[in-house]
């Protein structure tokens, strides 16, 4: 149960959250040339999408963590509570406080309509904390000719590209179902109500 919690959180890291960062980059730099207002109602959809997975994202890294400390056997249980609540407990709580507090920040007009914020929650949901940190501790290598064989993976850029169309397609699917089970609830509630 504990490996498809994870699975879940991974597609939610990997594919939601990035992809929202894609689409909310593309979309700062298309909003000055093209005026439709179906790129607006996408905006909002996507980022009421988002919002709505901040939250299955909060729901799914408790019940992971709580499941985690049931089954763990009493050497581990003592380790991960140590990282949660131990001398360096910010490492451990920061991402996933950030994400949540982001994507629900995101629910507000004022802040949707800031540019300089979307950027900066679109960038944070791109590179989470532990891709920053990575990054940031490999500057230190020695990067000389006579090193270039440490890394053994061929980059290939279409590869790249074609996974990000796929991040970008499979996200704005789910924002697609995303609206359409909203309106169908919304009329539903309509119909109801009369």
């Given at each position: 149960m504990d490996e498809r919690l994870l699975f879940n959180l991974e597609i939610?890291?990997?594919?939601?959250?990035?992809?929202?960062?894609?689409?909310?980059?593309?979309?700062?730099?298309?909003?000055?040339?093209?005026?439709?207002?179906?790129?607006?109602?996408?905006?909002?959809?996507?980022?009421?999408?988002?919002?709505?997975?901040?939250?299955?994202?909060?729901?799914?890294?408790?019940?992971?963590?709580?499941?985690l400390l049931n089954i763990l056997d009493e050497e581990s249980k003592t380790h991960l509570l140590q990282r949660m609540f131990g001398k360096y407990w910010f490492g451990f709580w920061i991402q996933p406080l950030l994400w949540v507090s982001i994507t629900q920040f995101l629910r507000f007009e004022?802040?949707?309509?800031?540019?300089?914020?979307?950027?900066?929650?679109?960038?944070?949901?791109?590179?989470?904390i532990e891709k920053m940190v990575i990054l940031f501790t490999s500057f230190h290598r020695d990067y000389l000719p006579s090193s270039w064989s440490m890394s053994h993976n061929p980059f290939y850029p279409s590869n790249f590209f074609l996974e990000l169309l796929m991040k970008v397609s499979i996200y704005l699917l789910f924002v697609g179902l995303f609206f359409f089970i909203t309106k169908k609830i919304n009329n539903w509630r309509i119909a109801k109500a009369k």
């Open positions: 939610i890291l990997v594919d939601f959250f990035s992809a929202y960062g894609l689409i909310t980059l593309l979309y700062l730099i298309l909003l000055p040339f093209i005026k439709n207002p179906l790129l607006k109602k996408l905006d909002n959809q996507s980022n009421l999408f988002i919002s709505f997975i901040g939250i299955v994202y909060l729901i799914t890294v408790s019940t992971t963590t709580l499941v004022v802040i949707r309509k800031n540019i300089l914020l979307r950027l900066l929650f679109s960038l944070l949901l791109i590179l989470s």
